[in-house]
């Protein structure tokens, strides 16, 4: 008699993965990637806010960079969570990676004046994931 309670998974036992889940591995990485710009920009705003080549009131928002530092570094925060957790399948990190990338082009947009390259490079980023994450997203079960 065999007990196939405690057996252990195959690779037979599970579908074939979606030749798209590469993708969403790359989103992953790439809010993951995204959400640390953010934070080490919101850091370089709240402690060295003379780095930025406009000051405050060049900026496409008027608030302060002790504000803008803020929001970069907590929005990063939660970019990075949810970038790890896209590898995980979870539909709720799939949505909060579109929204926050969508925020984080928005305010790099805004964001242009101060410091053009690397905003930039981080809308171009948020578009990649945006892409990757709407497209075959539901390849990924969690």
């Keep these: 008699m065999s ?7 195959t690779a037979a036992n599970y579908p074939p993965a979606s030749p ?18 953010h934070v080490f920009q919101g ?5 060295k806010d003379e780095y930025f080549v406009v000051a405050e009131s060049g900026l496409l928002v008027n608030v302060s960079y002790t504000t803008w530092g803020l929001v970069h570094l907590i929005g990063g925060v939660i ?4 970038g790890l957790c896209v590898f ?12 926050l990338a969508l925020a984080s082009a ?13 905003s930039l490079i981080m809308v171009g980023l948020a578009v990649v994931i945006i892409l990757a994450l709407t497209v075959h997203g539901s390849d990924v079960k969690p």
């Design 79 to 82: 970019v990075v969570i949810a």
């Design 3 to 9: 007990n196939d309670a405690g057996a252990r998974p």
């Design 20 to 37: 798209w889940v590469g993708w969403i591995a790359f989103a992953g990485v790439m809010m993951t990637l995204l959400g640390a710009f």
């Design 43 to 47: 850091l370089v705003a709240l402690f």
């Design 88 to 99: 995980g399948g979870q539909i709720w990190a799939r949505t909060v990676g579109v929204l």
């Design 106 to 118: 928005v305010t790099s947009l805004a964001f242009l004046s101060a410091y053009p390259i690397v």
